[in-house]
């Protein structure tokens, strides 16, 4: 939902519910356009999310980690020197603006003075000023005298708010009243445009309420006394947006509109995430695709120069059977083949500058780089066909991925290839990502998300446990744990399912995947993350289907 005023008045008095009398102990920027507050209330931690960006502007609880900066930015620095340990007095949310500002009380050892933090939520207009006394410490974004703009923002001169729009108040019912008489076509259109502090969607959910013919006490009765039911709607089963209140059918009743907000930016932060990894690591991929492919292209050419080889070493024969004819200045002679079963003639090229014998040479040393070329470009050939095979397989689970936890370690391999590189922010230790686990009738499924949980997963069955890999395509391992018992065929149909589903060929119908014992896979020595050969198998045709994780007669239980 945009953050008009109608939300962001909700969330203010949440939070002041929530922040007031805490202490800042921590600020974080860990972007351009975004701030984190570290604030302990007497009883607990809470992480205050400020995001001043174009896209999804907001003040929210947050509770999932980001990496910090190695070095902190101007505007950070000067919040930890004046905010340190500051206490909360009041949140405040003044006249229905797009606005929430903070007044914190910070004492140092030589001074005290309450300090105003105004968080600007406007879009791409977007702020965080702090100030002293009415007059501007410093600002996440500044402007100068010289800038062509209506507002002045540096340290030193007074903070005034942005201009207000030219709407009517939603308290002011009289003029509402007049205003909504020329009111046509769509209700809700008209109510963001004339209303102040109201979004298209709030308005939206109003017409919903109340009809087409909504009047002045209906948009103040909607506004100021309506009961709030914070929730996160659905959309095709995806989170769709988050409101104040809604009477959508598909969502989800939150106890708090803090709650249903960072539930619902949690997901949307999440997939964008996700996409943005994805789409990183696949142009990294496709880059080093098309380096190999030109790579091999240019292997091709230099065999194809190659395959004359033998025609070269039969000419230096031909001369050397026929020196006797042959003298210094001939240009070509025309010498029977008697490779030729059919008696056939080959023309012979010579340099008339050059003696009989001193020609066969020549064709001789011709024949014999030839086949040095020809077996160092055809070795080339094969690597760089291995190297292709690789990126494939990098390139499935990448495909098949689910969540950023499944890229994690995809990401590593390709920093280790030197195809991205490593970021320069401080990472905690990550814990290793788990397996995709499932419970079938007692028997415990396993499958990789990369080509190095692939191997992980290999190296760590038992000799007599299952395991699986599709027949034709780059795939997941998966692995059946026995514990020496025989595998029904529902457990082996159910595994070779997630293993088909979880390769290239997800989207056909009846992929082969082969098992076999884990006794009979072998990794060849100085091959690749996630390669294997395997003797011994079977094949099974199954149906690709992700199945759910631990699912199955509450096996996890067992």
């Known amino acids: 939902m945009p953050q008009d005023a109608y939300t962001i008045r909700y969330v203010a008095d949440e939070l002041k519910g929530l922040l007031c009398g805490g202490k800042i102990s921590r600020v974080i ?83 005290s003075s309450v300090m105003r933090l105004y968080f600007e939520l406007m879009g791409k207009y977007s702020n965080a000023v702090l100030c002293e006394n009415g007059i501007i410490v410093g600002a996440l974004k500044t402007t100068s005298i010289g800038e062509n703009t209506k507002r002045v923002l540096f340290g030193g001169v007074r903070y005034v708010p942005p201009e207000k729009q030219d709407k009517i108040s939603p ?36 017409v919903r309420v109340y009809g087409e013919n909504i009047t002045a006490a209906n948009i103040y009765e ?43 930016y949690s997901y949307v932060d999440s997939n964008r995430a996700f996409a943005e990894k994805k789409s990183k690591l696949e ?59 059919n008696g056939g003639t080959v023309k012979i090229e010579l340099d008339e500058t050059l003696s009989p014998s001193a020609n066969a040479q020549k064709y001789y040393k011709k024949y014999a780089k030839l086949k040095r070329t020809q077996i160092s470009v055809t070795a080339q050939r094969e690597e760089a066909e291995r190297k292709l095979g690789y990126l494939n397989s990098i390139y499935s689970s990448i495909r098949t991925a689910d969540d950023c936890a499944d890229l994690d370690e995809t990401e590593e391999e390709l920093e280790v290839l030197g195809l991205i590189k490593k970021t320069d922010t401080r990472r905690k230790k990550q814990t290793t990502v ?14 990789g998300r990369n080509n190095l949980q692939n191997e992980r997963l290999t190296k760590g069955l038992s000799p007599e446990d299952i395991w699986l890999h599709t027949q034709k395509y780059h795939s997941s391992h998966v692995g059946i744990i026995t514990n020496g018992r025989d595998v029904p065929d529902e457990v082996l149909k159910t595994a070779a399912e997630i293993c088909a589903y979880y390769s290239d060929g997800r989207k056909g119908n009846k992929i082969p995947v082969d098992y076999t014992f884990k006794k009979y896979v072998k990794k060849p020595p100085k091959s690749d993350a996630g390669f294997a050969v395997y003797t011994n198998y079977k094949t099974v045709l199954s149906e690709p289907c992700a199945h759910s994780p631990l699912a199955g007669d509450n096996d996890e239980k067992r």
């Open 222 to 264: 909607y506004v100021y006394n309506s009961v709030p039911e914070p929730c996160v709607t659905y959309l095709n089963g995806k989170a769709n947006d988050f409101k104040v209140r809604s009477d959508e059918k598909d969502k989800k009743v939150y106890k708090s509109l803090l709650e249903a907000q960072s539930a619902y």
């Open 283 to 341: 142009n990294a991929l496709k880059s080093a695709f098309k380096k190999t492919e030109k790579r091999l292209a240019n292997i091709e050419y230099k065999l194809s120069e190659c395959k004359d080889a033998d025609v070269i070493k039969l000419k230096g024969e031909l001369i050397t059977a026929n020196i006797y004819a042959l003298q210094r200045g001939m240009k070509w002679f025309t010498a029977l083949n008697y490779y030729d079963p």
């Open 434 to 447: 788990p397996f995709r686990s499932y419970n079938i009738r007692g028997f415990k499924i396993i499958a």
């Open 171 to 206: 308290d002011d019912t009289a003029e509402l009243e007049n205003v909504l008489k020329y009111a046509s076509g769509d209700a809700a259109k008209f109510i963001c445009e004339r209303v102040k502090g109201l979004s298209y969607a709030t308005a939206l959910d109003m």
């Open 29 to 111: 920027q860990p972007a351009r356009d975004e701030l984190t507050f570290i604030i302990y209330t007497g009883k607990t931690n809470v992480k205050l999310e400020a995001r001043l960006s174009a896209q999804d502007t907001r003040l929210s609880v947050a509770s999932s980690e980001k990496p910090v900066p190695l070095s902190a930015p101007n505007f950070c620095m000067l919040l930890r020197k004046h905010l340190q340990n500051a206490e909360i007095l009041d949140i405040v949310q003044p006249d229905f603006e797009r606005i929430i500002y903070f007044d914190l009380k910070c004492v140092s050892d030589f001074s």
